[in-house]
Every structure is written in structure tokens, then in C-alpha cells.
């Protein structure tokens, strides 16, 4: 299995992979607008067994795009959601996903010291989503179902904004669960 596999779009828009073999993980490189992630993400790694995608969003999509994206693909999910902040636009879209049925559950932990900047965003939410708002500065997601557990960890909120993001998109079991009982921790204590 490689280690790296980054796809080059060459001047035909045929794509050309480069592998470059170590050990038996897996990781892919992105950085493009949704339709790529829409094209190239979804069959490549949730097929192929990889363990990590790491990409930059170049100011093309946000986590909540990511959340959205991943539980429309597997057909409705579980989802706990941290940021510093949340947008009324990320808002909005969680809402018309949940009424999409892309989620079986959707939680949110966002930053209590923040909270007077997303008001409109929290009110929209209110009483659809349980929210907790604690002293957090990190932005991740962990998504599930029975088959596939995804972890999502970002420098991006959930907002958009015309900035370069960075993360990474695991889909092992180890990172999730790590992530899974720290943040889920919040909603059981």
C-alpha cells in the first residue's frame, strides 16, 4: 500500500498518480474545491483501506462542508462536531442536511469564551442539536456509522472564510476512538 499517493492534474485533466511505497500506510494529499473531494476522496479512501487524507481547503470549503460531505456519502451518521466558532451559514447547512436525513445524530461542543460572536448560529441550533460549550480551541469531528469511523481534525472552524485550511481525515479506528470518548465525554459527564 503506499504511503503517499498524490494525485497531479496534468494539462488534460487526466490524473496521474504517484506512489511511493513505506511501510503499510496510506495517506493522500488534496487540495481542491468540493467536486474533487466529491470525484476523488469518497471512492479512493473509503475503497481502498487508507488510513489518512491530509488537504488544504484553499478557501474552497470548511469542517462543516467535510461533516456534510462524509455523512451524506455514507448514508447518514453519527457526528460530534468541536470549534472555536460556528457560522450562521454552517448553520443553516447543518439544518438542511438533518432535514436531509444525513444524520442519525449531530452533537456540538463549541467555545463557551466565543459564544456573544455566533449567537444567531446557536439560536438556529437550539433545541435541533444538544451543544455544550466549554473552553476549547480545537476544531474536529468524529463521524460514524456501523461500518466506518472517520475522524476529521482541522485548522479550519466551522465557517467559511477565504483562508487556507489545513487538516487531516482519518479513518482508522484508533484515532476515532480517542477522539470519540473525549468529546463524547462532554455529553455524558
Not at 493522500?28 to 488537504?55: C, P, W
Not at 481547503?57 to 460531505?69: E, T
Not at 457526528?79 to 438533518?98: D, G, M, P, Y
Not at 468524529?142 to 483562508?163: A, F, P
Request: proline share 1%; charged share 25%.
Amino acid at each position: 500500500m503506499a504511503l503517499f499517493d498524490i494525485l497531479k492534474e496534468d494539462n488534460e485533466n487526466s490524473n496521474e498518480r504517484l506512489n511511493l511505497m513505506q511501510n503499510s500506510h496510506a495517506v493522500m494529499f488534496v487540495s481542491s474545491q468540493d467536486d474533487y473531494l466529491r470525484k476523488h476522496l469518497v471512492d479512493y479512501e473509503l475503497t481502498a483501506g487508507n488510513t489518512a487524507i491530509h488537504f488544504t481547503s484553499n478557501g474552497r470549503f470548511a469542517l462543516h462542508d467535510l461533516i456534510i460531505f462524509y455523512a451524506r456519502q455514507l448514508n447518514g451518521a453519527n457526528v460530534i462536531a468541536e470549534s472555536f466558532n460556528v457560522s450562521e451559514e454552517a448553520a443553516r447547512k447543518f439544518l438542511r442536511a438533518w432535514d436531509k436525513g444525513f444524520f442519525h445524530s449531530l452533537k456540538f461542543i463549541l467555545n463557551s469564551q466565543k459564544k456573544h460572536n455566533f449567537i444567531k448560529a446557536v439560536k438556529l441550533m437550539e433545541g435541533r442539536f444538544p451543544m455544550h460549550f466549554r473552553k476549547r480551541h480545537s476544531k474536529c469531528a468524529v463521524i460514524w456509522n456501523s461500518e466506518y469511523h472517520i475522524t476529521i481534525i482541522s485548522s479550519g472552524n466551522l465557517s467559511s472564510n477565504q483562508n487556507e485550511e489545513r487538516g487531516v481525515i482519518f479513518f482508522d479506528k484508533q484515532t476515532f476512538d480517542f477522539d470519540y470518548k473525549r468529546m463524547n465525554d462532554v455529553f455524558t459527564a
